[in-house]
C-alpha cells in the first residue's frame, strides 16, 4: 500500500442489519442503518492498523452513505472526500455495470502515488475485486500499466 499505484478498498465497518430502511435519504444519517458501537471501534482499529504500518495519511475516498463516511472519518487518515461512483447499488441493479464502468475509468485516472483508500460498500467491493468481504474488511488492489485492477490481498478487521 506505501508503493505507488496501490489503493485499499475497504467494506463499511459494522453496521447491523441487511439493505436500508425504505424511504433513506443520503442527506439523513437517522433514516439510514448505521455502524455499531463495535463498528465505530472497528473503524478506530483499521486506522491503527494503517498507522501501524506507516500509513498515517492517504488519500480517502467514501461512498456518500453515512455508514461509510462515519469509518473513513473515525480511520483518521485524512481528509475524506465523498464519491458517488462509491455508492451501493443493491437497491438497484441496474446502475451496476454503468456505475462501475465510471468507477473503473475514474480510478485509471487518479493518481495512486500516495496511498489510497475507497471506503464503500460490499457490492461495489465484490464487483470490483470478485471478493464478498465481510465489515470492514480491507481488499488491496494494484492498478497495473494497462489500467487493469488486480487482488494482491485481503485483510479481515473484525
Known amino acids: 500500500m506505501r508503493r505507488p499505484g ?6 463499511h465497518a ?46 480517502v475516498y467514501s461512498s456518500q452513505w453515512c455508514r461509510c463516511l462515519d469509518t473513513a472519518r473515525l480511520m483518521k487518515l485524512g481528509e475524506v472526500r465523498p464519491q458517488p461512483l462509491l455508492n451501493s447499488f443493491f437497491q438497484d441493479r441496474s446502475r451496476e455495470a454503468g456505475q462501475i464502468e465510471a468507477l473503473q475509468r475514474w ?12 471506503v464503500t460498500h460490499q457490492v461495489v467491493v465484490t464487483a470490483l475485486s470478485q471478493v464478498f ?12 500499466a494497462d489500467g487493469r485492477l488486480s ?3 485481503r485483510l479481515p478487521t473484525a
Do not use: H, W, Y
Not at 6 to 11: G, M, S, T, V
Not at 107 to 118: E, M, Y
Open 133 to 144: 468481504p465481510g465489515s470492514g474488511e480491507i481488499v488491496a488492489m494494484q492498478r497495473g
Open 6 to 11: 496501490f489503493l485499499a478498498l475497504i467494506r
Open 107 to 118: 480510478i485509471g485516472q487518479l493518481d495512486l502515488a500516495k496511498p489510497t483508500v475507497f
Open 14 to 59: 459494522t453496521a447491523p442489519g441487511t439493505n436500508d430502511p425504505a424511504g433513506f435519504r443520503l442527506d439523513d444519517c437517522a433514516t439510514q442503518r448505521n455502524l455499531s458501537a463495535e463498528g465505530r471501534a472497528q473503524s478506530v482499529r483499521i486506522g491503527d492498523m494503517f498507522r501501524a504500518n506507516g500509513i498515517a495519511d492517504a488519500a
Open 151 to 153: 487482488v494482491q490481498g
